[in-house]
């Protein structure tokens, strides 16, 4: 009778792995959309900064040469150019506050229970929903003609669109009616993460709404309305759409990003125009930094108490 003879296998070799290590994996899964940034947004700013430092406009046959500095001296010097840079400061300034007030109104509002909660909240995030072509189309027809609808309420026959400061009013306006739902948005974002024990404490403790407000709801709110500022007065900073709808940048209306424009793509000199296009830019990154010195320090303060 023949014995089979159980031979016990040998336990599997290891074998070293030959994927890749997760540092490598993070690597190649990151690369595709970092590809993607420098192509989408590091190489313009790379080429406007190039474009800067030459002398180019087909408006003058085969003028293309290097001139370091030259533009920046140029517009620098060119009063149009302040001009643009304190209307876009105003701008932003107004609307910005504007908008930081209704937005925390809207957002109390939002955040308050009561029936109808839901319409209430859709109806306040429609502004923010439509075009902002659509919305300078909209405020565009309601000021432009002195028997337009905004002159026929109020009683008087002013050209609100073909003079300043009124037309930069206009914009603010529109301005501030399409993008305070945004700061509403935020703020709510950061009114329902206060815990609701708190304010039950607080009116056992016979505090009163106002005080409860100033005492809660405004220093645990201070936060998001922070990160708020920031993402709505760097936005600010880059207007272009509803002036350019609205005025064409006439009657005190040029933003920086409209004498930009203007320059590179109206006048066709390209050079001039990429030199606008870099102090912007350089404007927007300086109000950054400022913001994340002070402000970022001071939401760091706070989340530490």
Same mark, same amino acid.
């Given at each position: 009778?023949?014995?089979?003879t159980?031979?016990?296998?040998?336990?599997?070799?290891?074998?070293?792995?030959?994927?890749?290590?997760?540092?490598?994996?993070?690597?190649?899964?990151?690369?595709?959309?970092?590809?993607?940034?420098?192509?989408?947004?590091?190489?313009?700013?790379?080429?406007?900064?190039?474009?800067?430092?030459?002398?180019?406009?087909?408006?003058?046959?085969?003028?293309?040469?290097?001139?370091?500095?030259?533009?920046y001296?140029?517009?620098?010097?060119?009063?149009?150019?302040?001009?643009?840079?304190? /209307?876009?400061?105003?701008?932003?300034?107004?609307?910005?506050?504007?908008?930081?007030?209704?937005?925390v109104?809207?957002?109390?509002?939002?955040?308050?229970?009561?029936?109808?909660?839901?319409?209430?909240?859709?109806?306040?995030?429609?502004?923010?929903?439509?075009?902002?072509v659509?919305?300078?189309?909209?405020?565009?027809?309601?000021?432009?003609s002195?028997?337009?609808?905004?002159?026929? /309420?109020?009683?008087?026959?002013?050209?609100?669109?073909?003079?300043?400061?009124?037309?930069?009013?206009?914009?603010? /306006?529109?301005?501030?009616?399409?993008?305070?739902?945004?700061?509403?948005?935020?703020?709510?974002?950061?009114?329902?993460?206060?815990?609701?024990?708190?304010?039950?404490?607080?009116?056992?403790?016979?505090?009163?709404?106002?005080?409860?407000?100033?005492?809660?709801?405004l220093?645990?709110?201070?936060?998001?309305?922070?990160?708020?500022?920031?993402?709505?007065?760097?936005d600010?900073?880059?207007?272009?759409?509803?002036?350019?709808?609205?005025?064409?940048?006439?009657?005190?209306?040029?933003?920086?990003?409209?004498?930009?424009?203007?320059?590179?793509?109206?006048?066709?000199?390209?050079?001039?125009?990429?030199?606008?296009s870099?102090?912007?830019?350089?404007?927007?990154?300086?109000?950054?930094?400022?913001?994340i010195?002070?402000?970022?320090?001071?939401?760091?303060g706070?989340?530490?108490?």
């Amino acid at each position: 009778m023949a014995t089979a003879t159980t031979t016990q296998g040998a336990p599997p070799k290891s074998r070293r792995s030959r994927g890749l290590s997760e540092k490598g994996l993070a690597f190649w899964m990151v690369s595709p959309s970092m590809l993607l940034i420098a192509l989408v947004a590091a190489y313009p700013i790379i080429y406007a900064i190039w474009l800067s430092f030459h002398d180019y406009s087909v408006r003058v046959a085969d003028l293309s040469r290097w001139d370091i500095g030259g533009n920046y001296t140029e517009a620098l010097g060119n009063s149009d150019f302040w001009n643009a840079m304190g /209307i876009t400061l105003t701008f932003s300034a107004i609307s910005v506050f504007l908008e930081l007030i209704i937005g925390v109104a809207m957002a109390l509002a939002m955040h308050a229970a009561f029936k109808g909660q839901g319409i209430l909240r859709t109806v306040v995030l429609i502004p923010w929903a439509v075009l902002t072509v659509v919305t300078a189309i909209m405020w565009r027809t309601l000021f432009e003609s002195p028997q337009g609808l905004v002159n026929a /309420i109020i009683g008087g026959d002013t050209v609100w669109l073909g003079q300043s400061p009124h037309a930069l009013i206009v914009i603010i /306006i529109a301005d501030v009616w399409k993008t305070a739902p945004f700061m509403a948005l935020l703020v709510l974002a950061g009114l329902q993460v206060i815990p609701g024990e708190i304010y039950e404490a607080a009116k056992v403790d016979g505090a009163t709404m106002m005080q409860r407000f100033r005492k809660i709801t405004l220093p645990l709110l201070m936060p998001a309305i922070l990160v708020a500022l920031i993402f709505r007065t760097l936005d600010a900073l880059r207007i272009f759409d509803l002036p350019y709808v609205l005025t064409k940048g006439t009657n005190g209306t040029t933003t920086l990003s409209l004498i930009a424009q203007q320059t590179f793509a109206e006048n066709r000199i390209y050079g001039l125009g990429a030199t606008y296009s870099v102090l912007t830019f350089i404007t927007v990154m300086i109000v950054a930094f400022i913001y994340i010195r002070t402000v970022g320090g001071n939401i760091r303060g706070m989340a530490e108490e």
